[in-house]
């Protein structure tokens, strides 16, 4: 090559961007990972904040939700967090009401009471096992 001779290379950048003023464009649109979305996302969500409430519906959505996403390559976290978070409320609930059905809950009227029939200061009667 000669000190004169210049080499053209369309890939090359230019060696003063935004010499002419132009503003390149970048197409996002262009790259993969924009194009695929998790289809089961707005389902995890939606499980998740149901599971605190109503722990089986939860786990339903969790369940759903993580099939929708794996079927798509996804890794399904939002339906497992719902999944497990259902589960954990519904266990919850559960024994809370074991433990009211034997008047053994949290805050019960028979709490350190004996076997036996009370009356509370409301006029309310109550028996105690």
């Not at 939700?65 to 497990?84: D, E, P, Q």
Request: charged share 15%; with cysteine.
């Amino acid at each position: 090559m000669s000190a004169g001779e210049s080499v053209v290379n369309d890939e090359l950048e230019p060696t003063e961007p935004f010499a002419s003023g132009a503003v390149p464009v970048v197409d996002v649109t262009a790259h993969d990972d924009y194009d695929e979305k998790d289809p089961g996302k707005v389902l995890g969500i939606v499980g998740i904040v149901l599971s605190l409430a109503l722990g089986l519906i939860g786990v339903a959505l969790g369940i759903v939700s993580y099939k929708k996403s794996r079927a798509v390559g996804f890794a399904g976290t939002l339906g497992t967090v719902s999944i497990i978070v259902g589960v954990i409320t519904t266990v919850l609930l559960v024994l809370q009401l074991v433990l009211l059905s034997t008047n053994n809950g949290i805050g019960g009227a028979c709490d350190g009471r004996k076997a036996g029939v009370y009356t509370l200061d409301n006029g309310t009667r109550i028996s105690c096992q």
